[in-house]
């Protein structure tokens, strides 16, 4: 019926749509284990469960709240309206500093304590990472 | 003052030349005659001449302080020592946007000496698409961000330049990198001029595989110095963190790759046509995207100077337009020409060459979708995620294995059909590989299989590759070279990701801290000023595991204008590892946060991607070898 150069074709064909649909899964399956979703205190605070997922807090560290010991820094995050501790063992960037702006990144404990692995650095000490601005309305 | 003013008009002038340059060759295109018109080369340096001239008087702007430039205001500082006012000058978006209308203008210049040989109306129409992407930036920059307007009344100080930016590394990272990405307009340019005089050949592969080689280069390189930078001024102590802006980077640079592999097909057998010719347009439209996504806003980092939507909108507008030319272009005159389409058999170089395209597209991809979807997903849910660096590991690390396999075998076949030779000796070196990960590898790490598959691939390509460069002496260095550089990065990679250790804690003057293998001891802190910044420098004195003291100084400096606190990591580098020590000062707070790594083979990772781009250079120096 078809020759034997049509049936190579369409073997090869049938090869590559099926690598591509693979592909596609591969990536969509592993996009959704590994985004990291962004949340404000508030938005915390009012999720009904916890998820064990990791992911990034932002908003302001409150004045007065950074307390460093020998293994942990210590503070808390705000967005005006609820706030979280955070618990970091690690190197801050160097913009950290009360009142500014912060994106931490890590699991939650309970809606009232997070575990930080990560601070996000920012490189400008008046930019505000547009979640953060979000996060704290227009404050 | 006067320098503002000759910028700007000289500017206006340099458009001018556009408008005129592409009557002249409309017009010169229509002509019998077989050279080209001597007025169209002469139009050409005198658009050159004016864009450097614009250039110049900003660079001189920038030197004097002239702070009745807004853009000098913004981004300078009278403390500022010379070479970081003259670095200045494109460290901020406007600046940074007239060189890349300067490499644009240079390399059109270039492109029409160094084709002379080449068909009249080709050249012609190269200069036309050309000059069409050089009125785009024109009008972008005189239009949403000219770098001289004016300041009344002229301040007496400036607002000083970022401090990450005040750094020799990233003083030239942004030249060498868009010597790269412009170097893609001329690619683009000339391969939709050769679509229309359906001269995608043989000719045409060999002259324009220069143009990739010299944009892969610089690209490389540029990103090499970006990374180099952010590893040692950015503190986190790595090379690479799948921040979105790195990877919009990483895109042009996996299609050019994937480029310069298939116009070797294309110069050596006349086919994968129409593929070269849709890879040249992406890499161009990548390139693009690159600037638009980094200099509107939509991803944020160091790179973003300003959230300006009319900017953002106008790239968009421009990018938008340049697809459809070309994609309409493309559809219209490209003809595959059915000679010799298809000619070659599975096992053969052209096969191989296909195979590393694939798995470019693949790295592509990944790339790609990582670094799109959280701003797709945020246009329509208004959701905000990030993709982390396991999604592209997990997602491209696999695959390195089969990846690093054909490129060990691949460069052996022959065009056409081929079999492998050497079998025995090849088996050999895969088992000495593998026997060889197994020893090295077997205590470091619980994933051993993984590993061992992984590591023994890179090994066989090192040692593949290393033969052939010692055996047959300088027969295709250039290649050999590459590959063998690509053994390298990997292995460093690795190995760097499996050795490396860090400490990180809190610790007071005078405090000693234990660790596992040793003790940090910080002696004492000096302060020091200098013009333009102050500096806390911290005295460490390090015993590792076998007793040996090492001596590290971080600094913290606090920079005067703008007031902005960095951390000046301390690095110890030897060939086998680097010790990296940065320190920081939370305000009102006794502690010092730390952070002690010890990185291995960190060096090999420059010096592999060095011995890449000098595969590259060789080639370019010498086609000679390229059978």
Redesign the interface.
């Known amino acids: 019926m078809y020759g034997r150069k049509v049936k190579l074709r369409f073997v090869l064909l049938a090869l590559i749509l099926a690598s591509v649909v693979l592909?596609v899964l591969?990536?969509l399956q592993?996009?959704k284990?590994?985004?990291?979703?962004?949340q404000s205190p508030s938005a915390i605070k009012s999720l009904i469960e916890l998820n064990k997922k990791?992911i990034?807090v932002g908003g302001m560290v409150k004045e007065q709240s950074?307390f460093?010991?020998?293994?942990?820094?210590n503070f808390i995050i705000t967005d005006f309206k609820n706030e979280i501790n955070v618990v970091y063992?690690?190197?801050?960037?160097?913009?950290?500093?009360?009142g500014k702006g912060v994106v931490a990144e890590g699991f939650l404990k309970d809606k009232n304590y997070f575990t930080a692995t990560k601070i996000l650095?920012k490189?400008?000490?008046n930019?505000m990472?547009?979640?953060v601005k979000?996060a704290i309305g227009d404050k | 003052m006067l320098a503002n003013q000759i910028g700007y008009y000289s500017l206006i002038l340099g458009l001018l030349f556009s408008v005129l340059l592409c009557g002249v060759s409309i017009k010169d295109f229509g002509e019998s005659n077989k050279k080209i018109n001597q007025n169209i080369l002469s139009l050409t340096f005198l658009q050159l001449v004016f864009v450097i001239v614009s250039f110049l008087s900003l660079i001189i702007s920038f030197i004097n302080s002239d702070f009745s430039n807004e853009i000098v205001f913004n981004n300078s500082h009278t403390t500022k020592p010379l070479f970081y006012k003259i670095s200045g000058t494109w460290g901020n978006h406007e600046g940074s946007l007239l060189l890349w209308l300067l490499v644009l203008t240079l390399f059109i210049f270039l492109f029409l000496i160094k084709s002379k040989e080449q068909p009249k109306k080709y050249r012609i129409l190269t200069l036309l698409f050309q000059q069409i992407i050089i009125i785009g930036f024109f009008l972008f920059v005189l239009m949403t961000s000219s770098p001289f307007n004016y300041l009344f009344p002229i301040p007496n100080e400036g607002l000083g330049l970022?401090p990450?930016l005040q750094d020799p590394a990233l003083a030239i990272h942004p030249p060498i990198l868009y010597l790269g990405y412009v170097g893609t307009s001329i690619i683009f340019s000339s391969s939709l001029a050769a679509v229309m005089q359906n001269y995608v050949s043989k000719q045409w592969g060999q002259h324009i595989k220069k143009w990739v080689l010299v944009s892969w280069i610089f690209l490389t390189i540029g990103i090499m110095l970006g990374s180099i930078w952010a590893y040692y001024e950015?503190?986190?102590g790595g090379f690479w963190f799948w921040d979105p802006v790195e990877n919009v980077s990483l895109m042009p640079w996996l299609t050019l790759t994937a480029l310069l592999h298939c116009i070797v097909v294309l110069e050596s057998r006349a086919e994968l046509t129409s593929w070269v010719v849709i890879l040249s347009i992406t890499t161009f439209t990548l390139s693009m995207c690159g600037t638009f996504l980094v200099r509107s806003g939509i991803l944020?980092?160091?790179h973003?100077f300003a959230n300006d939507p009319a900017r953002g909108i106008f790239i968009l507008i421009f990018l938008f337009v340049l697809i459809v030319l070309s994609l309409v272009i493309f559809f219209i005159f490209h003809r595959e020409n059915n000679k010799s389409s298809n000619n070659f058999f599975w096992l053969s170089k052209e096969t191989s060459i296909l195979i590393n395209n694939w798995f470019m597209m693949?790295f592509l991809?990944?790339v790609l979708?990582?670094t799109v979807?959280p701003i797709f997903l945020d246009v329509i849910s208004s959701?905000?995620?990030?993709?982390?660096p396991?999604?592209y590991q997990?997602?491209i690390v696999p695959f390195l294995i089969p990846f690093l396999l054909f490129m060990s075998l691949g460069p052996r076949l022959k065009w056409i059909k081929s079999k492998i030779e050497n079998k025995s000796s090849l088996i050999i070196t895969f088992a000495i590989s593998a026997i060889l990960t197994f020893f090295i590898i077997k205590n470091l790490t619980t994933d051993l299989l993984f590993y061992i598959l992984l590591i023994s691939a890179a090994f066989f390509l090192f040692f593949t590759t290393l033969k052939e460069l010692l055996l047959k002496k300088f027969k295709n260095i250039s290649q050999t070279s590459a590959h063998f550089g690509f053994s390298l990065l990997i292995l460093s990679i690795l190995f760097n990701s499996i050795l490396s250790s860090e400490i990180?804690?809190?610790?007071k003057v005078g405090e000693k801290?234990n660790y596992k293998k040793g003790e940090i001891f910080f002696k004492k802190i000096e302060e020091k000023q200098e013009s333009n910044f102050n500096s806390i420098i911290g005295y460490f004195e390090i015993k590792n595991e076998n007793g040996k003291i090492i001596e590290l100084k971080p600094e913290i400096r606090v920079y005067n204008q703008?007031?902005?606190?960095?951390?000046e990591a301390d690095i110890k580098t030897t060939l086998i590892e680097d010790n990296f020590l940065?320190m920081?000062l939370?305000?009102?707070?006794e502690?010092f946060?730390?952070?002690y790594q010890v990185k291995s083979f960190m060096i090999w990772i420059w010096i592999s991607v060095l011995l890449i781009s000098f595969g590259g250079l060789i080639s370019l120096v010498n086609t000679k070898y390229e059978k």
Do not use: M, Q
């Open positions: 592909t591969l990536v592993s996009l284990e590994n985004v990291v979703y962004f990791k990034r950074v460093i010991t020998s293994d942990e820094v063992s690690g190197v801050v960037p160097n913009l950290f500093a009360e650095a490189h400008d000490e930019y990472p547009p979640e979000e | 970022n990450v950015l503190g986190w944020n980092s160091v973003t693949y991809s990944v979708i990582g979807y959701e905000k995620i990030s993709v982390g396991p999604f997990k997602l990180t804690t809190n610790i801290y703008p007031i902005v606190i960095t951390s940065v920081n939370v305000k009102g707070n502690y946060n730390i952070r």
